[in-house]
């Protein structure tokens, strides 16, 4: 009921819900004051005693209950305002940090759309636990003790019944628990399916139009929604249920120890003052609990999101080393390299080894799923679990950190992301400190700055996902936005795939020329594209079953040699269809 790794982060929250605790105890305090007070008027009245002095005192501790009662309501949701808004700071802060140090590679572990529910509504849900439970759990237990110290100095038979009635309700809670945690694990898990099918559908919606396949996916998810509905509904019956047999439990507690108080005025054992006492302050005893009752549900909520939350921070990280790579240049080297990712069975790369010089533009070809891609993110450091070595200059990159590799490699993939805002915007995040003149250098090496003065310059807006850019256009951009980068080495990952011929061109004179300086690792289908480049590694299943440069892999005639000969035929028949048309 208490989860103690949360009460953990709570710091300063821990005295707000301590005041929460106080606040409560003390409008009891001036509820029992209230009620004595009421009873001791009506039993002035009853015995028609016109003592006027006791009269007004009676009616001004009323009056003063009234006031502090007011007071703590006002402070109590002060300090559950306060205590639930820190615990929700430091989660999100938490997890911030944690997406921070799962490092580029984050998406291999969780889907960006459950970080973000669980970000929102996820942290959202805590706030009755924190805000409410916690405080009321303690003080459903501070209440009846308090009451019966009290009443049993008034009537210890009815103040014992009454005390012993109230753990029932706790006992109704637990079974509630046992019966609400399973139907909360379905709904939790059906509300981040649901979220994950409704977001990928919405992104891929051109294409199921494409395909007419949106009818079959809105199918999908109404189905998902009916199954997100009916378990909704279980856990809100589950709820009402409860709280139906708390409610029978708690009055049925206050209507039991009324019956003994009225038998104890019955036989004379108390007066009617105390009667009455005892009678109006014996729901009191059950009130506290029976709120906790209510808290608890919404708070089993924020329990289970805190699950998914804390499943999240303990995720397994990328842990980078501590070394820099020195300044001077570096060849990169491997040897037995393999790699498997996370949850797959099979190596996705294989004993690779390889030597890259500095300044050498080397490519990585071969089919699809051949592990071009994977050897790109390894080289980057985004994943780095690697069998083997990995050498970066001297340097293994287990004992490198990612931000010294971030500072010295650069990839650039064919979906590399272009931010809604201006041109100068995009470029600035590779170097904040650039010049207006650099940024202007930088788009006129991709051709684009023709573009941007006919528009607005620098100041140039991009809609979101670049929705007014072409293909082609936005590629640029983003290899501007590398190019300004002071790395070592370039990384471009099929940076010219699905763009028009004129952009490819233009990229692919800019990777030749930035090769004369720094090294760049080309990943392309197109073997047209690196034939001049000094090494060509052809990767097959996880292995580099070929590499040379260009002649040498020509001279082999095998797998490379087949494929550019295959490309070249399907190039030439399609210019020469193009002529004809
Ligand atoms: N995140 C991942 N989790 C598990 N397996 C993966 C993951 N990413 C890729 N793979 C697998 O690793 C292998 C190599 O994939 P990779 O993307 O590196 O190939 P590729 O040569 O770049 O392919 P393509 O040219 O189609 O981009 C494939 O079998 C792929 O299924």
Request: hydrophobic letters at 35%; a negative charge.
């Given at each position: 009921m208490i989860k103690i790794r949360l009460l953990k982060m709570l710091t300063s929250s821990r005295r707000q819900i301590a005041l929460q605790i106080f606040w409560q105890w003390l409008s009891l305090i001036a509820q029992i004051m209230l009620i004595f007070a009421f009873a001791s008027i009506f039993d002035l009245i009853l015995h028609n005693e016109g003592k006027t002095i006791s009269f007004m005192s009676a009616l001004c501790t009323i009056g003063v209950a009234i006031i502090v009662r007011m007071g703590c309501s006002l402070a109590y949701d002060h300090a559950s305002f306060f205590a639930a808004s820190e615990i929700k700071q430091s989660l999100r802060f938490a997890m911030f940090e944690k997406l921070a140090r799962l490092g580029t590679g984050y998406r291999e572990q969780i889907p960006s759309v459950q970080i973000t529910q669980m970000l929102t509504e996820g942290i959202e849900q805590l706030e009755t636990y924190v805000g409410r439970y916690l405080s009321q759990f303690f003080y459903a237990l501070l209440a009846p003790i308090t009451l019966f110290i009290i009443l049993v100095q008034i009537n210890a038979p009815t103040s014992i019944v009454l005390l012993c009635a109230v753990p029932l309700i706790s006992i109704v809670i637990m079974v509630v628990m046992k019966l609400v945690t399973s139907v909360l694990s379905t709904y939790f898990r059906s509300y981040y399916q649901l979220g994950d099918t409704f977001l990928e559908k919405l992104h891929g919606m051109t294409t199921l139009k494409v395909y007419q396949a949106d009818q079959t996916a809105e199918d999908e998810i109404v189905a998902e929604s009916e199954q997100f509905r009916r378990v909704t509904m279980k856990v809100l019956s589950t709820q009402l249920f409860s709280t139906i047999i708390m409610d029978l439990v708690a009055y049925g507690g206050a209507a039991v120890g009324i019956v003994v108080a009225l038998s104890q005025y019955h036989q004379a054992q108390i007066t009617l003052q105390e009667t009455i006492i005892l009678v109006l302050l014996a729901t009191e005893y059950f009130l506290p609990m029976r709120q906790l009752g209510a808290y608890f549900h919404m708070g089993m909520n924020g329990m289970k999101a805190s699950d998914k939350i804390f499943e999240f921070l303990d995720l397994t990280e990328l842990t980078d080393g501590d070394q820099n790579l020195a300044d001077q240049e570096f060849t990169i080297s491997s040897q037995d390299l393999t790699f498997t990712y996370?949850?797959?069975?099979?190596?996705?790369?294989?004993n690779i080894a390889l030597t890259i010089q500095p300044h050498q533009l080397v490519a990585f070809v071969g089919p699809?799923?051949?592990?071009k891609s994977t050897l790109a993110a390894l080289l980057s450091g985004q994943v780095r679990q690697y069998a083997g070595s990995l050498k970066f200059g001297p340097t293994e990159l287990s004992d490198l950190s990612q931000d010294s590799l971030n500072d010295r490699i650069t990839i650039v993939s064919h979906h590399a992301f272009v931010f809604k805002g201006s041109f100068r915007d995009n470029l600035i995040?590779?170097?904040?400190?650039?010049?207006d003149q650099e940024l202007m250098q930088a788009l006129k090496q991709v051709n684009l700055w023709d573009f941007c003065q006919s528009k607005a310059?620098?100041?140039t807006l991009i809609e979101t996902d670049a929705a007014n850019l072409s293909g082609g256009q936005k590629q640029r951009l983003a290899i501007a936005r590398a190019l300004?980068?002071?790395?070592?080495v370039f990384i471009f990952d099929?940076?010219?795939?699905?763009?028009d011929q004129e952009s490819e061109a233009i990229i692919m004179r800019l990777i030749k020329q930035v090769a004369k300086t720094k090294t760049v690792i080309l990943i392309s289908h197109r073997l047209a594209n690196v034939t001049d480049c000094d090494q060509i590694f052809y990767l097959d299943q996880g292995k580099i079953i070929e590499s040379g440069d260009h002649q040498t892999l020509l001279a082999q005639n095998g797998a490379y040699t087949n494929l550019f000969n295959h490309q070249a035929e399907l190039e030439s028949f399609t210019s020469a269809k193009e002529e004809l048309s």
């Open positions: 996370p949850h797959a069975h099979q190596p996705s790369l294989t699809s799923g051949a592990g995040l590779a170097k904040p400190d650039a010049t310059g620098l100041a300004l980068t002071d790395a070592q099929e940076a010219t795939s699905n763009i």
